[in-house]
């Protein structure tokens, strides 16, 4: 039997540096720094990248300079997201939720 994976949460720092690397590929420190659309300290992106790799979202390489990647789908993150919302707002019950969405559209 497969085991199902842990959905990750991020937090917004983390999804952005997520979406640069699923935009970009696998980039260094510096590169990541320069691929940001606003200006982000290269310490704040090195502490987001060891967050994401120590979530298993993000791969770090052994070489120097060190390269990251993203190790999910942008679908798998999005579920997770979802799931969690599910979870605050309705209990899991995605019916409910889906009957307010179509109400107030």
Do not use: C, F
């Not at 199902?4 to 690397?21: F, H, N, S, T, V």
């Not at 309705?90 to 019916?95: F, K, L």
Request: hydrophobic share 40%; glycine share 6%; charged share 25%.
């Amino acid at each position: 039997m497969q085991r199902k994976r842990k959905r990750p949460r991020l937090a917004p720092g983390e999804m952005e540096i997520l979406q640069m690397l699923w935009q970009e590929g696998p980039v260094t420190l510096s590169g990541a720094q320069r691929a940001l659309k606003r200006p982000v300290g290269y310490t704040t992106i090195q502490t987001r990248l060891n967050r994401l790799a120590a979530k298993g979202v993000v791969a770090r390489s052994t070489q120097r300079p060190a390269l990251y990647r993203a190790m999910v789908a942008p679908e798998e993150v999005s579920l997770g997201h979802l799931e969690s919302l599910l979870e605050r707002v309705r209990q899991g019950s995605i019916v409910p939720m889906v009957a307010h969405l179509m109400k107030d559209r």
